[in-house]
């Protein structure tokens, strides 16, 4: 590992250990006030931060099965969650074989196969094999909610993959990581405080009614200072190129946030599942990762590659 | 021997397939008995149901737990029989049969008897996914010679969706177990029967409506 990653990962860390520190502290100052979720929260940010780091320092074969291993969990969730025709069984397995096929054309650097397979040949192969069942009821229904599926949880996510294998010195792929997700990230959370704390305009009131253009706007504005300020060390980009790359993190960032809010509304949920105790499912995570990880990858990929 | 087999059936098998493929969030697990004799009945769609099941208890209890099982499906070749009996554990109940002849839940009395914790599907046979069917009512007469052997509801989620009736690949989907307090057996059949429906509906009822 070259001493940046070791220190981006040492700095992610500490980061941890300070906030369970501060939890427990706060927890022993006032015992009245329920912390349960807090730290429920942060003992999943714990796991979070174990998997990614591994996902970004291991050797590809494992870094790709772990990456694939969200894909498959994020599109178990989805499939979990929308109604499926019982009908659609052999349909459903082949949506989860496209998983390993994508990442193994991540794994043997097939660029343009990685760009199409989804996106063209998955997407004509599920409605044949759909019309093979021959079942017309909801059929367009039950086709377009699969490919959404897969687009999201499988396309969009493998994006972040192909990130670590990008030709450059060895730990140029899990820096970009690092600096797409952890971007992502405070642009979430810095959108949530901003608002928290001067929001009053709201953008989107029927589909999230806590989001206002305060937040949007401050949360942006955050997300660009800090894509400055780490571009530079951790991407080929340039100054400016950061900013831009910031700018479009904040507002995508936003909008995978909303879209997959209106997914939720639409079937009826708060979160999307359970699997990460304090922050609902793996969804309710990867929300906003679902856009802005291929926009970053093909907007650095078009400027440096 | 038998032991052993059961084990590696459940670490290579149940394991895997339900909580690595599939993924299940088990409410309540405490309710479920920790020794023997006891009953645990659960709805049934899909043969994915025991394994399940099997995974809800500890390694160290797997080999006390036994399923009542259809003998006319289990035990129609050699092999399945073998793999049925000795490896699965079933407890075979012979289906359809005159009862004045030979006692269909013998079996199931003797395991009792031997301090097991057998596994039950009231419903008899695994029916429409996600949709209970009526209660048989072997059950009843069964546990009216055990009053004090706790009854154990436990209700599946999602395991018709993932494998129903004639399919053969589990697909993955996530599980909802939910485990309610145990019930003793009651002297009046209908109202014992129609309590224990109850609670599976409202169960029911609790996972659709998350």
Same mark, same amino acid.
């Given at each position: ?305 | 021997?038998?032991?052993? /087999?059961?084990? %590696?059936?459940? +670490?290579?098998?149940?394991? &895997?397939?339900?909580? *690595? ?34 995974? /809800?208890?500890? %390694?160290?209890? +797997?080999?006390?737990?036994? &399923?009542?099982?259809? *003998? ?5 070749n050699r092999w399945v029989a073998w793999f049925a009996t000795r490896v699965v554990g079933i407890i075979p109940v012979v289906r359809g049969g005159d009862p004045k002849q030979s006692d269909p839940l013998a079996g199931c009395v003797q395991a009792l008897q031997e301090g097991k914790i057998l596994v039950l599907f009231p419903e008899g046979t695994r029916g429409e996914p996600e949709r209970l069917s009526e209660f048989k009512s072997g059950l009843w007469y069964l546990c009216q010679q055990f009053p004090e052997v706790p009854v154990t509801p436990v209700f599946m989620h999602g395991l018709g969706r993932a494998m129903g009736k004639g399919q053969w690949i589990p697909v993955p989907f996530f599980i909802d177990v939910y485990v309610d307090e145990p019930v003793y057996c009651r002297s009046d ?22």
């Amino acid at each position: 590992m070259s001493p940046i990653l070791i220190r981006a990962l040492i700095i992610m860390f500490a980061l941890l250990i300070i906030a369970s520190i501060t939890i427990r502290v706060m927890s022993l100052r006032s015992p009245e006030r329920d912390w349960i979720e807090l730290r429920q929260r942060i003992n999943t940010w714990w796991w979070i931060v174990i998997v990614f780091a591994l996902a970004i320092s291991t050797p590809r074969v494992i870094s790709l099965t772990i990456f694939a291993i969200i894909s498959f969990l994020a599109l178990k969730e989805y499939l979990t969650l929308i109604p499926t025709r019982r009908t659609d069984h052999m349909p459903l397995l082949w949506a989860y074989i496209a998983i390993p096929i994508q990442y193994y054309w991540i794994g043997i650097e097939w660029y343009s196969m990685f760009l199409v397979f989804i996106p063209v040949y998955v997407f004509l192969f599920l409605p044949m094999r759909m019309v093979l069942i021959g079942n017309n009821k909801d059929f367009l229904h039950s086709a377009s909610m699969l490919h959404w599926g897969v687009m999201t949880t499988v396309f969009a996510i493998s994006h972040v993959a192909y990130l670590t294998v990008l030709p450059g010195k060895p730990e140029t792929g899990p820096l970009l990581v690092i600096f797409l997700v952890v971007l992502t990230e405070c642009n979430d959370i810095a959108q949530y405080l901003w608002g928290k704390s001067f929001g009053r305009i709201k953008v989107i009131p029927k589909v999230s009614p806590n989001k206002t253009l305060e937040g949007l706007v401050g949360g942006v504005m955050t997300t660009m200072f800090l894509a400055w300020l780490l571009g530079g060390i951790l991407t080929p980009l340039s100054g400016w190129e950061s900013v831009l790359v910031g700018l479009l993190i904040g507002i995508t960032g936003f909008i995978g946030d909303v879209v997959m809010s209106a997914v939720k509304r639409d079937i009826g949920v708060k979160d999307s599942g359970k699997l990460l105790p304090g922050h609902g499912g793996i969804l309710d995570r990867l929300d906003s990762l679902i856009y802005t990880a291929p926009l970053f990858f093909h907007i650095l990929y078009y400027l440096h590659y | 021997m038998n032991r052993l /087999l059961r084990l %590696l059936f459940v +670490v290579v098998i149940a394991y &895997p397939v339900v909580l *690595a493929w599939l993924g299940v969030s088990v409410a309540n697990r405490k309710r479920l008995p920790t020794k023997g004799p006891g009953i645990i009945i659960a709805n049934h769609n899909s043969h994915l149901d025991l394994l399940t099941l099997l995974t /809800l208890f500890p %390694l160290s209890k +797997v080999h006390l737990v036994h &399923p009542a099982a259809a *003998a006319d499906y289990f035990l129609k070749n050699r092999w399945v029989a073998w793999f049925a009996t000795r490896v699965v554990g079933i407890i075979p109940v012979v289906r359809g049969g005159d009862p004045k002849q030979s006692d269909p839940l013998a079996g199931c009395v003797q395991a009792l008897q031997e301090g097991k914790i057998l596994v039950l599907f009231p419903e008899g046979t695994r029916g429409e996914p996600e949709r209970l069917s009526e209660f048989k009512s072997g059950l009843w007469y069964l546990c009216q010679q055990f009053p004090e052997v706790p009854v154990t509801p436990v209700f599946m989620h999602g395991l018709g969706r993932a494998m129903g009736k004639g399919q053969w690949i589990p697909v993955p989907f996530f599980i909802d177990v939910y485990v309610d307090e145990p019930v003793y057996c009651r002297s009046d059949k209908s109202v014992f029967i129609s309590d224990l429906k109850q609670r599976f509906e409202s169960l029911q009822n609790n996972a659709q409506g998350r």
